[in-house]
Nanobody
Framework: QVQLVESGGGLVQAGGSLRLSCAAS????????MGWFRQAPGKQRELVAAITSDGSTYYADSVKGRFTISRDNAKNTVYLQMNSLKPEDTAVYYC?????????????????WGQGTQVTVSS
């Protein structure tokens, strides 16, 4: 089993930045595709960004140009750098792992999930 632990969430004003981290257990981390999802109250969970085992990245249109996903396989950690934050970015952010290693966007394709970390952007 893989355990994922997110950190770095918090309260930030509009225009500010946060960096989320997701630490993964296990020795197969480098073979997983990793994704960041978010879910706001009353809304569907959506994929924000993903990175494959070979480093290819995906971003939702709503965050493109503002967010950057990266991974450090030596540290078993994936990051989400969030810049120019907007109130509509407010949500619980979840880290997830997909054992296929390739880019898949549906939540059902991700095998492991973190507990979530709250990001609140004030206006």
């Amino acid at each position: 089993q893989v355990q994922l632990v997110e950190s770095g969430g918090g309260l930030v004003q509009a225009g500010g930045s946060l960096r989320l981290s997701c630490a993964a257990s296990g020795r197969a981390f480098s073979f997983y595709a990793m994704g960041w999802f978010r879910q706001a109250p009353g809304k569907q969970r959506e994929l924000v960004a993903a990175i494959t085992s070979d480093g290819s990245t995906y971003y939702a249109d709503s965050v493109k140009g503002r967010f950057t996903i990266s991974r450090d396989n030596a540290k078993n950690t994936v990051y989400l750098q969030m810049n120019s934050l907007k109130p509509e970015d407010t949500a619980v952010y979840y880290c997830a792992a997909d054992g296929s290693g390739v880019l898949r966007t549906a939540p059902m394709n991700f095998d492991y999930w973190g507990q979530g970390t709250q990001v609140t952007v004030s206006s």
